[in-house]
T-cell receptor
Framework: DAKTTQPPSMDCAEGRAANLPCNHS???????VYWYRQIHSQGPQYIIH???NNETNEMASLIITEDRKSSTLILPHATLRDTAVYYC????????????FGTGTRLTIIP | GAGVSQSPSNKVTEKGKDVELRCDPI?????LYWYRQSLGQGLEFLIY????????KSGLPSDRFSAERTGGSVSTLTIQRTQQEDSAVYLC???????????????FGSGTRLTVV
């Protein structure tokens, strides 16, 4: 059972920041927030994950609210290659190993 | 290799035949997962291997599906007496688990597209 809620689709203009929201109001204290994306006809790709602090890597930034009930994935300068389905997943890192994918957000970057 | 390798990339089989799908995980990754994705659908968990522990088979849809992982490395997913509803992309992923530190992100292969005719 997916424990997250995401909008089914979003558009973003090329070169602008894409902000993808995710609600996870039932997240527990030991659960991490993971983001993956799946470009058409490819396997999902890991993007970033975090527990409670904001995280940044070469692909994206992850902003987690103080109460941890929601988060936002930020792609700072979206390109056409960022068009994909983006999945927000919560999972603890000890014991329950499998990732449960929901329906995600289909992000379309507009030229 | 540098990534997760799956073979074959495409497989067309007749209804009722058995198929074997192979996954070569990233060297040193102790955890291996199988998922499947039907056309236009999300990812459905099938089975998970972690080191020498008993696999989590809770996602296998029927007893026609089985998987093994030999020597803690290569895994084979077998589907017996294939049915048309088995048509999907079968994805394998692996991850590195450091003791006491939990899992890092998965690395997925490109999948095997199975078509049952």
């Amino acid at each position: 059972d997916a424990k997250t809620t995401q909008p089914p689709s979003m558009d973003c203009a090329e070169g602008r920041a894409a902000n993808l929201p995710c609600n996870h109001s039932t997240i527990s204290g030991n659960e991490y927030v993971y983001w993956y994306r799946q470009i058409h006809s490819q396997g999902p790709q890991y993007i970033i994950h975090g527990l409670k602090n904001n995280e940044t890597n070469e692909m994206a930034s992850l902003i987690i609210t103080e109460d941890r009930k929601s988060s936002t994935l930020i792609l700072p300068h979206a390109t056409l290659r960022d068009t994909a389905v983006y999945y927000c997943i919560v999972r603890d890192n000890f014991g329950n190993e499998k990732l449960t994918f929901g329906t995600g957000t289909r992000l379309t970057i507009i030229p | 290799g540098a990534g997760v390798s799956q073979s074959p990339s495409n497989k067309v089989t007749e209804k009722g035949k058995d198929v074997e799908l192979r996954c070569d995980p990233i060297s040193g990754h102790t955890a291996l997962y199988w998922y499947r994705q039907s056309l236009g659908q999300g990812l459905e968990f099938l089975i998970y291997f972690q080191g020498n522990s008993a696999p989590d088979k809770s996602g296998l849809p029927s007893d026609r599906f089985s998987a093994e992982r030999t020597g803690g490395s290569v895994s084979t997913l077998t589907i017996q007496r294939t049915q048309q509803e088995d048509s999907a992309v079968y994805l394998c992923a692996s991850s590195l688990r450091l003791s006491g530190q939990g899992n890092y992100g998965y690395t997925f292969g490109s999948g095997t597209r199975l078509t049952v005719v």
